[in-house]
C-alpha cells in the first residue's frame, strides 16, 4: 500500500504535458530512435551486430506468429516472400 501511495505522490508532481502537438515530429523521432536505432550505431562495429540482433529476432517472431496462424486457421500463412 505505501508503494502505491508513494507512486501516486511522484505521479502529482509532474506537469501535464500537450502531446496533441508536435505530432508529425514526436513520431519521425520515434522512427529514428527506435527502428532506426539512431544512438546504437554511433559505435559502428557493436551498432551493427545489435542491429542485426533486432532485425533477426523481428524475423524469427514473424515466423512465430505465421506458425499459430497456421495452427489456429488452416490454410493460412502471411504472405512474407
Do not use: S
Not at 33 to 58: A, P, Q, S, T
Amino acid at each position: 500500500m505505501y508503494v502505491l501511495k508513494r507512486r501516486l505522490e511522484y505521479i502529482k508532481v509532474g506537469k501535464k504535458e500537450r502531446l496533441e502537438e508536435k505530432v508529425k515530429e514526436r513520431l519521425k523521432e520515434i522512427v529514428v530512435n527506435v527502428f532506426g536505432e539512431k544512438k546504437v550505431l554511433k559505435e559502428k562495429k557493436r551498432g551493427m551486430i545489435d542491429v542485426m540482433f533486432l532485425y533477426g529476432f523481428m524475423l524469427v517472431e514473424l515466423g512465430g506468429v505465421d506458425l499459430m496462424m497456421k495452427g489456429i486457421v488452416a490454410g493460412t500463412h502471411l504472405a512474407l516472400g
